[in-house]
């Protein structure tokens, strides 16, 4: 099992920053799509962006613009920079890496972090 330990929340205005940083246990973090997912109250949980073993990205429409995921292989880690924040983006965000098994694909999740924008 992949260990995901996620950091970086917590509570800014709106209109500010945050970044959100992911790091993944096992030594072969650079074959993983990871990526963040958020929910909100009475939501469900959404896909925010993710990151292909390559680099390659993608972005939730309501990310697009103001969020940039990133990856760093030498560290095990992915973040999240979240710009312009707004009251909308509060939510639990959590990490999550998706890898190959002998089983088949599978998925773990962080223990999900808070972020609260508000004034």
């Known amino acids: 099992q992949v260990q995901l330990v996620e950091s970086g929340g917590g509570l800014v205005q709106p209109g500010g920053s945050l970044r959100l940083s992911c790091a993944a246990s096992?030594?072969?973090?650079?074959?993983?799509?990871m990526g963040w997912f958020r929910e909100a109250p009475g939501n469900q949980r959404e896909l925010v962006a993710d990151?292909?073993?390559?680099?390659?990205?993608n972005y939730a429409p309501s990310a697009a613009g103001r969020f940039t995921i990133s990856r760093d292989n030498a560290k095990s880690t992915v973040y999240l920079q979240m710009n312009m924040l707004k009251a909308e983006d509060t939510a639990v965000y959590y990490c999550?890496?998706?890898?190959?098994?002998?089983?088949?694909?599978?998925?773990?999740w962080g223990q999900g972090i808070q972020v609260i924008v508000s004034s």
């Open positions: 999550f890496a998706d890898r190959a098994t002998d089983a088949g694909p599978r998925r773990d």
């Open positions: 096992g030594n072969i973090f650079s074959s993983y799509l």
């Open positions: 990151i292909s073993s390559g680099g390659r990205t």
